[in-house]
């Protein structure tokens, strides 16, 4: 503002010198009355000249002055409509993690229910020392070909997965059973009973390390060289 003001103040004296020139010499002349009138005149123009470029450039500055004020206004919305869209979107992560960790619960309180299902396989002599689900999975990878030397490798592997417990879950990883399954409906493959009977758990799991590592010892090699198998 204060620009414009000073070419209005220099446009103005410019203007009163050369009235004042001006009158000097028509002062002299001899029409006297109608060369000031001229020069009243010119004066004039001279003025409103300089008063309409100085609402000009005003207007013009008021137009950036508002161009930048609804930039601003545009990204604050802008802005605004982020926040409002990330909010929206935690709070849709967060239902979404209590709805599975819900149904997660229910699914572990129906499987607690449910009966385990008992062996009715054969239990080889070699395996008659063992009890519970170690028995089973004895009697299994016996069953599966492999030698009863295997055994105490596959009983270290699935007591540091489980503690061969079937209805084990891993609360961080979701993994389930006696061979920690992940996802546990993997075991599906075996039988529909994989929730709550062992010999379906086992029989996936052997599946499982002879697929990947060949034997228990190989699976049990790889768990302690890698912390997983």
């Not at 029409?31 to 450039?57: C, N, P, S």
């Not at 979404?96 to 396989?121: I, L, V």
């Not at 028995?135 to 295997?150: D, L, R, S, T």
């Not at 270290?156 to 979701?174: C, I, P, Q």
């Amino acid at each position: 503002m204060s620009r414009l003001w000073s070419r209005l103040g220099a446009r103005t004296a410019a203007v009163a010198l050369l009235s004042v020139g001006v009158a000097g010499g028509f002062y002299l002349g001899e029409d006297r009355e109608t060369q000031q009138q001229g020069l009243t005149a010119q004066v004039g123009a001279e003025v409103d000249q300089a008063e309409y470029e100085y609402q000009r450039e005003r207007q013009a500055a008021y137009q950036v002055q508002s161009a930048r004020q609804r930039a601003a206004e545009y990204q604050a919305k802008l802005r605004a409509a982020e926040a409002a869209k990330e909010a929206a979107e935690r709070a849709r992560r967060a239902e979404e993690a209590a709805a599975s960790r819900k149904r997660e619960r229910e699914r572990e309180a129906a499987a607690a229910k449910q009966e385990t299902k008992p062996y009715e396989g054969p239990i080889p002599a070699s395996c008659a020392e063992y009890s519970g689900n170690r028995k089973i999975g004895c009697a299994e990878m016996i069953k599966a070909g492999f030698p009863i030397k295997e055994f105490p490798c596959l009983d270290k592997l699935w007591t540091k997965e489980s503690g061969w417990n079937h209805k084990a879950r891993n609360s961080s990883s979701g993994a389930y059973g006696i061979p920690q399954a992940l996802p546990g409906s993997k075991m599906g493959s075996v039988a529909d009973d994989w929730e709550t009977n062992p010999a379906t758990q086992v029989k996936w799991g052997l599946g499982y390390i002879e697929g990947r590592y060949d034997t228990p010892c190989g699976a049990w090699a790889h768990s302690q060289a890698e912390g997983w198998y």
